[in-house]
């Protein structure tokens, strides 16, 4: 059973951190793009940041360039999203993704974390 969950959201003041883990199971995690999506009330879910399957390569929307970092434990089935210097507008349900392409391609979501940025 393919399962990927969430945790690390809460509440937190503008300008602190937070950190997001993304725990899978049932299928061969290293085999996987990983990335964070996250989703404003009333708005599309858009893409935060993705990491290649080895990790050896790292993307991330303009608007937490530089704030956060995605990173992977492939021997844990963990991926992980440092966030910092966080704004109000980083305030949305933050959702896990894990993507393989080729013939069959595979698309997996967790149910998300929600992270309220708030003082």
């Known amino acids: 059973q393919v399962q990927l969950v969430e945790s690390g959201g809460g509440l937190v003041q503008p300008g602190g951190s937070l950190r997001l883990s993304c725990a899978a199971s049932?299928?061969?995690?290293?085999?996987?793009?990983m990335t964070w999506y996250r989703q404003h009330p009333g708005k599309e879910r858009e893409l935060v940041a993705t990491?290649?399957?080895?990790?050896?390569?790292?993307n991330y929307a303009d608007s937490v360039k530089g704030r956060f970092t995605i990173s992977r434990d492939n021997a844990k089935n963990t991926v992980y999203l440092q966030m910092n210097s966080l704004k109000p507008e980083d305030t949305a349900a933050y959702y896990c993704?894990?993507?393989?392409?080729?013939?069959?391609?595979?698309?997996?979501w967790g149910q998300g974390t929600q992270v309220t940025v708030s003082s």
């Open positions: 993704n894990a993507h393989r392409g080729g013939l069959v391609p595979r698309d997996y």
């Open positions: 049932g299928f061969t995690f290293r085999t996987y793009v």
């Open positions: 990491i290649t399957n080895t990790g050896g390569s790292t």
